[in-house]
């Protein structure tokens, strides 16, 4: 009933940009937190960045002064701006969001998009 859809990754130059793109849609009542986990070959899936309905952010450490989320609510859209990038930030990138429908509040996760970070 909710439905992501990431977009934006793609092959960067070292020190380059990128903006990711997650919209929700579907019969949405409510959405709590959205943000991005990622996951890099051989290692376990770590957090991002998270934002919540507030406004308020939380950053992993090794992204802090780098990367930027935020979120339109009108169009049950975040966003991760990725600035300053580096090779160690090559990964799939996955949307999470936690949202109320019709069938209750259940997290929900998007397809994952490819960030590679290579010169």
């Known amino acids: 009933q909710v439905q992501l859809v990431e977009s934006g990754g793609g092959l960067v130059q070292p020190g380059g940009s990128l903006r990711l793109s997650c919209a929700a849609s579907?019969?949405?009542?409510?959405?709590?937190?959205m943000g991005w986990c990622r996951q890099a070959p051989g290692k376990q899936r770590d957090m991002v960045a998270l934002?919540?309905?507030?406004?308020?952010?939380t950053y992993a450490d090794s992204v802090k002064g780098r990367f930027t989320i935020s979120r339109d609510s009108a169009k049950n859209t975040a966003y991760l701006q990725m600035n300053s990038l580096k090779p160690e930030d090559t990964a799939v990138y996955y949307c999470?969001?936690?949202?109320?429908?019709?069938?209750?509040?259940?997290?929900?996760w998007g397809q994952g998009t490819q960030v590679t970070v290579s010169s």
């Open positions: 999470n969001v936690f949202a109320t429908s019709i069938s209750g509040g259940r997290n929900y």
């Open positions: 934002i919540g309905s507030d406004g308020s952010t």
């Open positions: 579907g019969s949405i009542f409510s959405i709590n937190l």
